[in-house]
């Protein structure tokens, strides 16, 4: 399976701040998928944003973006002006040929947002 | 509402029986997934569907069986061969030509 890197098991933010979660990946392709779940306690798992490996530009979903670096292999999340419901463990995903099209996840980072 | 239901949310099972974790969707979605999900670690796949009558195994499909009969439903069975089937299990389905993934609400199963 594709290997996912989520180097941050946990992390503490106070609401209205700005925290950005670690993602890295590793491929040889040049065409392929890369994604950020959440999952609240209630363990849906929601999907936050996407990205597209042959797009340079950057994802931006309202208050989440990422930084996609290509060739570092690095897919990072910042969320902005964090708020009590972000609060949920997020997770990287992977998707692409080498992987035989599977989604291939992150062991996940717990973000909790303090009040 | 169209989406994914999995059903019960929690159960428990006596260690050395089978149980078949039930997955429908009214998405007209083609493929279906089945995850694990257990502390610490993401997701895994068991075993995955692409289109009615077929599927493949994912990274840990053993001890484990499905079956895809119908287009809606894509039911996970947990064998008395699977050693450790205490766990989180996910849902998921994808339209044709998407590689977005649409998640069900997930069953505890619980085995003692």
């Known amino acids: 399976a594709q290997t996912v890197t989520q180097s941050q098991p946990e992390m503490s933010v106070q609401e209205a701040e700005t925290v950005t979660l670690s993602c890295t990946y590793d491929t040889s392709e040049n065409n392929y998928y890369l994604f950020w779940y959440k999952q609240p306690p209630s363990r849906q798992m929601i999907l936050v944003i996407r990205?597209?490996?042959?797009?340079?530009q950057n994802a931006t979903e309202n208050r989440f973006s990422v930084n996609f670096q290509k060739a570092a292999k690095s897919f990072s999340l910042k969320i902005s002006d964090s708020q009590l419901g972000d609060t949920a463990m997020y997770f990287c995903?992977?998707?692409?040929?080498?992987?035989?099209?599977?989604?291939?996840f992150g062991a996940g980072t717990t973000v909790t947002v303090r009040a | 509402d169209g989406g994914i239901t999995q059903s019960p949310k929690y159960l428990f099972r006596k260690e050395g029986q089978n149980v078949t974790l039930s997955c429908e969707q009214n998405l007209n979605h083609d493929a279906m997934y089945w995850y694990r999900q257990d502390p610490g670690q993401g997701l895994r796949l068991i075993y995955y569907s692409q289109i009615v009558n077929d599927f493949q195994k994912g990274d840990i499909a053993e001890g484990y069986s499905v079956s895809r009969e119908k287009k809606e439903s894509f039911p996970l069975t947990v064998t008395s061969a699977q050693k450790n089937p205490t766990a989180f299990y996910l849902c998921a389905s994808s339209p044709p030509g998407s590689y977005e993934q649409y998640f069900g609400p997930g069953t505890r199963l619980t085995v003692t």
């Open positions: 995903a992977f998707f692409g040929r080498s992987n035989d099209y599977k989604l291939s």
């Open positions: 990205q597209e490996a042959y797009k340079q």
